[in-house]
């Protein structure tokens, strides 16, 4: 049995995000990027402004862009120290997508099974 993450479990990991400098996002999932424009290398430099969730949909704001990230029902937020970007291994297993700041900290989007159902979407603000 999974245990999805609570709203104030994923909103705490996000609040640490507040403030920080992008310096990747890799969405890792196959069918995960709903959006073609802007691509996820657009909001690399941008500062988080501000973070939410409601109903497992997380929402970023950043100095430019709005990212959108659903975890549908198994997907959770994990926290990381001091990681760097994922190389492409045929057979590894990796998160769907990975959110990374420019002090080496960051989040995983992950999900239990293969198939995978997070998705991400990224926006120009207006």
């Not at 994923?10 to 403030?19: N, S, V």
């Not at 969405?27 to 424009?37: E, P, R």
Request: proline letters at 4%.
């Amino acid at each position: 049995m999974t245990v999805t993450q609570t709203i104030d479990e994923i909103q705490a990991i996000l609040d640490r995000l507040q403030g920080g400098e992008i310096a990747t996002l890799q969405v890792l999932g196959i069918n995960s990027l709903k959006s073609t424009a802007p691509l996820p290398q657009a909001i690399v430099g941008d500062a988080i402004e501000s973070t939410s969730v409601e109903n497992r949909v997380v929402a970023i704001t950043t100095t430019r862009y709005a990212i959108v990230f659903d975890l549908q029902r198994t997907g959770k937020l994990v926290w990381l120290d001091g990681v760097q970007p994922l190389l492409m291994v045929a057979g590894s297993m990796r998160p769907t997508a990975r959110l990374l700041l420019a002090s080496g900290q960051g989040v995983d989007l992950t999900e239990p099974a293969k198939t995978k159902r997070i998705t991400v979407t990224l926006t120009t603000r207006v």
